[in-house]
């Protein structure tokens, strides 16, 4: 079992950056994929992006591509999401979550969570 805790949302302006972490808990971190997912006020949950075990496979959701950067450092049992260039569509909160196997894009297959890192990105 792995225990999730994101880290580094608050509030930005629009354009900004911000750097999200996800500290995992246990010795079998680089046994999971790991994937960031969001939720804004009044929406369903939607992927955001997605690395596999040993960090050379990614993939991201259309929305971010291109301004969003998912790293893994597996000797400190951690998970990035550098965000760049964020706007108020951003605003949202964002967890983490791990699944044991290949990453996957659909956040049913996950099957530990954080508890999310408000991000809100103002105007």
């Known amino acids: 079992q792995v225990q999730l805790v994101e880290s580094g949302g608050g509030l930005v302006q629009a354009g900004g950056s911000l750097r999200l972490s996800c500290a995992a808990s246990?010795?079998?971190?680089?046994?999971?994929?790991m994937g960031w997912f969001r939720q804004a006020p009044g929406k369903e949950r939607e992927f955001v992006a997605a690395?596999?075990?040993?960090?050379?496979?990614?993939y991201y959701a259309d929305s971010v591509k291109g301004r969003s950067t998912i790293s893994r450092d597996n000797a400190k049992n951690t998970v990035y999401l550098q965000m760049n260039n964020l706007g108020p569509e951003d605003t949202a909160v964002y967890y983490c979550?791990?699944?044991?196997?290949?990453?996957?894009?659909?956040?049913?297959?996950?099957?530990?969570w954080g508890q999310g890192t408000q991000v809100t990105v103002s105007s």
């Open positions: 979550a791990a699944r044991m196997g290949v990453m996957a894009l659909r956040g049913d297959l996950y099957n530990y």
């Open positions: 246990g010795r079998t971190f680089s046994t999971y994929a």
């Open positions: 690395i596999n075990r040993s960090g050379d496979s990614i």
